[in-house]
């Protein structure tokens, strides 16, 4: 079935470094890709999606491009800053073929630095 | 306005008791969506409501997990015999139709312990 695989954290990075978060998944239709993220406290929040192949989502700094040759879907951000710090999940929805569901990764843990 | 909200925000419980969870969606909403986040994981999915009706359940775990929502708004997750198995972060999510259910906003969860 589908599936989403993204790389265990955590990630501890100093304020203003380069962020990339990996992600690929396994779909048998064409899914819609998303990166969602969990402040300290809060709840689940969208950060950024992409409904096609080549789309790129964007938000807050933050992109990923929906590369179906690779399967995947990789976060990045230029500079990160210390409000970045949170769990970040990559996930996927196919209505066509996973009804309504959406798959998440295990989720990353990323560290700021000041 | 106010996004969803999960009451209560934590409960612990013994191993065999009955327990609810309920989740208010936001106002408006008509698809809404109860989710299980155990310790180091992604949320799974449990089931979806569109309206009343609960369009996929597919997610339960058994038959001792159970959902309502019987006026197209409030819902209730009821968890029957519990077992420490079930310790974890309950979480609730509402669109605002199904057309748009990819868009989903999640509530702060309910921490479920059974002892």
């Known amino acids: 079935g589908d599936s989403v695989t993204q790389m265990e954290g955590p990630v501890t990075l100093s304020e203003e470094a380069f962020l990339t978060i990996n992600c690929t998944y396994t779909?048998?239709?064409?899914?819609?890709l998303f990166w969602y993220v969990q402040y300290p406290g809060e709840g689940l929040q969208l950060l950024l999606k992409?409904?096609?192949?080549?789309d790129k989502g964007s938000n807050k700094g933050f992109e990923a491009t929906y590369r179906k040759e690779t399967t995947s879907f990789h976060l990045e951000k230029g500079s990160v800053q210390v409000s970045d710090s949170a769990v970040y999940f990559c996930?996927?929805?196919?209505?066509?073929?996973?009804?309504?569901?959406?798959?998440f990764g295990a989720g990353t843990r990323l560290f700021v630095k000041a | 306005g106010a996004g969803v909200s999960q009451t209560p925000s934590n409960k612990v419980t013994e191993k065999g008791k009955y327990v609810e969870l309920r989740c208010d969606p936001i106002?408006?909403?008509?698809?809404l969506y109860w989710y299980r986040q155990s310790l180091g994981q992604g949320p799974e999915f449990l089931i979806y409501?569109?309206?009343?009706?609960?369009?996929?359940d597919s997610g339960l775990p058994n038959d001792r997990f159970f959902a309502v929502r019987p006026e197209g708004s409030v819902s209730t997750l009821k968890i029957q015999r519990t077992e420490r198995g079930d310790s974890a972060v309950y979480l609730c999510?509402?669109?605002?139709?199904?057309?748009?259910?990819?868009?989903?906003?999640f509530g702060p969860g309910t921490r479920l312990l059974v002892l």
């Open positions: 999510a509402s669109s605002l139709t199904e057309t748009s259910r990819e868009t989903q906003y």
């Open positions: 779909a048998t239709g064409y899914p819609s």
């Open positions: 992409a409904t096609k192949a080549d």
């Open positions: 996930a996927l929805s196919d209505p066509y073929t996973g009804g309504f569901k959406t798959i």
């Open positions: 106002s408006g909403h008509t698809a």
């Open positions: 409501f569109q309206g009343t009706g609960a369009a996929d």
